[in-house]
């Protein structure tokens, strides 16, 4: 992957630590946890995954294999309900 960023038909609102996103093509609606917030506010600041995997790990206490598979599979979902583009 080379880089993500948001879908443009995406909205979303921080709610204390979570996120509720919404599809607005879709009217789909998603709501983020804790830690799925932390990688959503990433997704902007940081330019591919190890980027965002390193920042994610100096803000948790993980194992990195952990972190490594929780944050692909999240970012694979994301990708695959088009809330998260893949860029060039």
Same mark, same amino acid.
Not at 42 to 52: E, F, K, P, V, W
């Given at each position: *992957?080379? $880089? ?11 709610? =204390?630590?979570?996120? @509720? @996103? ?13 830690? $799925? ?6 997704? =902007? ?17 993980? %194992?990195? *294999? ?9 970012? %694979?979902?994301?990708? $695959?309900?088009?809330? @998260?583009?893949?860029?060039?």
């Amino acid at each position: *992957m080379s $880089g993500w960023s948001i879908s443009a038909e995406v909205i979303s609102q921080r709610l =204390g630590d979570e996120t @509720v @996103v919404v599809h607005l093509g879709s009217n789909r609606i998603y709501q983020l946890n804790e830690t $799925g917030t932390r990688l959503w506010e990433s997704l =902007g600041a940081c330019t591919d995954r190890a980027q965002l995997e390193a920042q994610l790990a100096a803000e948790y206490e993980v %194992d990195p *294999m952990t972190l490594t598979f929780e944050a692909q599979s999240l970012l %694979d979902r994301l990708i $695959g309900e088009r809330l @998260v583009v893949i860029r060039g």
